[in-house]
């Protein structure tokens, strides 16, 4: 296993990944579609110039490349932000005409380009297109003074993509902020003298919402076009509470760096979170991102002090001695965690630590994870009652159940 240049200049360690995300090694040589791992997440907004302050003074992110009007694009801003070996880049419209006002008004703040790390953009696209896949963009490249990187596009479910990025051409690295179109840029904003450099450190996985009886056809298409493995599966009893239901499939990368949990509806009494996330949303998307901390206390404190309100979770939880037993010791005692309405599981391999805020934008649409894993490969299936019967309550506070 090697790092790659994101986790280099976070200045993370394989042991650190391990733990964080859970790491494990493949042959890539074997990979018909090697992915190095997370690219950049890129975001559509409403206000990127605003959403880019709240992303750096309340998530703790640090701003590091822009591109706008200022630098020759008309069409929209963008503003690159870094937390760790995490990237996002948030897009919000400058021109009447973009296109991204259409597609913000369909679909209000959301994920709009997964884009992945490759090695070699057109190994992967002449598998894609072998396995069927739609190509949104042949490949291409791009340079700069900073030197050149390689990219296309595939689609995935309803209008999200995958962008394929290849940074290093001919031998050499790109060495720029982002892509070409983008330069360096640092904030004005200066966070608080006892905040910590930062408040998670890698993205462990991305949660995407499709339609009833989509969900299969999607995990083949991760399978089939991408080579990766099936994870783990949670049907039936597994996630559904006395009210609602859904079914996840979890599939990922050779590596497990890159992980997608791909839920679907159940037919049930009342309206499940994704049925709620597909109206709003207007279709399939990317539901939620998991941010990987080694320290979720401090994490969450840091949050709940510049406003960041999450999901609630019954001191009855915390209470259950069946819980209590099954958990066994942990690295906190309980108490910390009941005061935080924090979450635990246990698995054959450990245990981890998770919290989910509330939806980040005016619809119930997209919300964070906050997870902590103590040699855990699991997503937090004893959970999954306790943390889908809070989110009921809210759905229910918004007249959605």
């Given at each position: 296993?090697?790092?790659?240049?994101?986790?280099?200049?976070?200045?993370?360690?394989?042991?650190?990944?391990?733990?964080?995300?859970?790491?494990?090694?493949?042959?890539?040589?074997?990979?018909?579609?090697?992915?190095?791992?997370?690219?950049?997440?890129?975001?559509?907004?409403?206000?990127?110039?605003?959403?880019?302050?709240?992303?750096?003074?309340a998530?703790?992110?640090?701003?590091?490349?822009y591109?706008?009007?200022?630098?020759?694009?008309?069409?929209?801003?963008?503003?690159?932000?870094?937390?760790?070996?995490?990237?996002?880049?948030?897009?919000?419209?400058?021109?009447?005409?973009?296109?991204?006002?259409a597609?913000?008004?369909?679909?209000?703040?959301?994920?709009?380009?997964?884009?992945?790390?490759?090695?070699?953009?057109?190994k992967?696209?002449?598998?894609?297109?072998?396995?069927?896949?739609?190509?949104?963009?042949?490949?291409?490249?791009?340079?700069?003074?900073?030197?050149?990187?390689?990219?296309?596009?595939?689609?995935?479910?309803?209008?999200?993509?995958?962008?394929?990025?290849?940074?290093?051409?001919?031998?050499?690295?790109?060495?720029?902020?982002?892509?070409?179109?983008?330069?360096?840029?640092?904030?004005?904003?200066?966070?608080?003298?006892?905040?910590?450099?930062?408040?998670?450190?890698?993205?462990?996985?991305?949660?995407?919402?499709?339609?009833?009886?989509?969900?299969?056809?999607?995990?083949?298409?991760?399978?089939?076009?991408?080579?990766?493995?099936?994870?783990?599966?949670?049907?039936?009893?597994?996630?559904?509470?006395?009210?609602?239901?859904?079914?996840?499939?979890?599939?990922?990368?050779?590596?497990h760096?890159?992980?997608?949990?791909?839920?679907?509806?159940?037919?049930?009494?009342?309206?499940?979170?994704?049925?709620e996330?597909?109206?709003?949303?207007?279709?399939?998307?990317?539901?939620?991102?998991?941010?990987?901390?080694?320290?979720?206390?401090?994490?969450?404190?840091?949050?709940?002090?510049?406003?960041?309100?999450?999901?609630?979770?019954?001191d009855?939880?915390y209470?259950?001695?069946?819980?209590?037993?099954?958990?066994?010791?942990?690295?906190?005692?309980?108490?910390?965690l009941?005061?935080?309405?924090?979450?635990?599981?246990?698995?054959?391999?450990?245990?981890?630590?998770?919290?989910?805020?509330?939806?980040?934008?005016?619809?119930?649409?997209?919300?964070?994870?906050?997870?902590?894993?103590?040699?855990?490969?699991?997503?937090?299936?004893?959970?999954?009652?306790?943390?889908?019967?809070?989110?009921?309550?809210?759905?229910?506070?918004?007249?959605?159940?």
């Open positions: 296993m090697t790092l790659t240049e994101a986790e280099r200049e976070a200045q993370l360690n394989l042991e650190q990944l391990k733990q964080l995300v859970g790491l494990v090694e493949y042959d890539a040589d074997r990979d018909p579609f090697p992915v190095t791992g997370w690219d950049a997440i890129v975001f559509v907004v409403g206000n990127a110039t605003q959403a880019a302050h709240y992303y750096q003074s998530w703790g992110m640090e701003l590091v490349a591109s706008g009007p200022e630098n020759g694009n008309r069409d929209h801003k963008a503003f690159v932000l870094k937390s760790g070996s995490i990237k996002f880049v948030l897009k919000g419209a400058v021109s009447p005409d973009s296109p991204l006002i597609h913000h008004a369909k679909h209000g703040d959301g994920v709009v380009d997964i884009a992945l790390e490759v090695p070699d953009v057109d992967c696209i002449a598998q894609a297109k072998a396995a069927g896949a739609t190509v949104l963009a042949e490949p291409y490249e791009m340079s700069d003074e900073h030197g050149t990187v390689r990219l296309a596009a595939i689609a995935t479910y309803g209008e999200t993509r995958h962008t394929l990025v290849q940074r290093e051409v001919g031998g050499v690295r790109y060495a720029g902020p982002h892509v070409p179109g983008y330069v360096a840029r640092s904030s004005t904003f200066v966070k608080r003298e006892s905040a910590p450099k930062r408040l998670f450190q890698a993205l462990d996985h991305i949660v995407g919402n499709v339609e009833l009886g989509k969900m299969d056809e999607w995990v083949a298409f991760y399978n089939k076009v991408m080579g990766f493995v099936n994870m783990a599966e949670f049907v039936g009893d597994d996630i559904a509470t006395e009210y609602s239901a859904l079914m996840s499939k979890v599939v990922a990368n050779g590596n760096r890159v992980k997608f949990p791909l839920n679907e509806p159940a037919i049930a009494k009342k309206r499940s979170q994704i049925d996330y597909l109206d709003f949303y207007t279709g399939p998307g990317a539901q939620h991102l998991a941010l990987a901390t080694n320290d979720i206390l401090r994490t969450v404190d840091e949050l709940t002090k510049e406003g960041v309100e999450f999901l609630d979770t019954p009855a939880y209470d259950d001695p069946e819980l209590r037993a099954r958990i066994g010791q942990v690295r906190v005692p309980i108490e910390e009941k005061s935080r309405k924090i979450l635990v599981d246990r698995d054959e391999d450990g245990y981890l630590l998770q919290i989910f805020t509330k939806p980040l934008g005016d619809r119930p649409t997209v919300f964070f994870e906050i997870i902590e894993r103590h040699g855990s490969l699991g997503f937090g299936k004893g959970n999954f009652k306790a943390l889908f019967e809070s989110i009921e309550r809210e759905q229910d506070k918004r007249g959605n159940l």
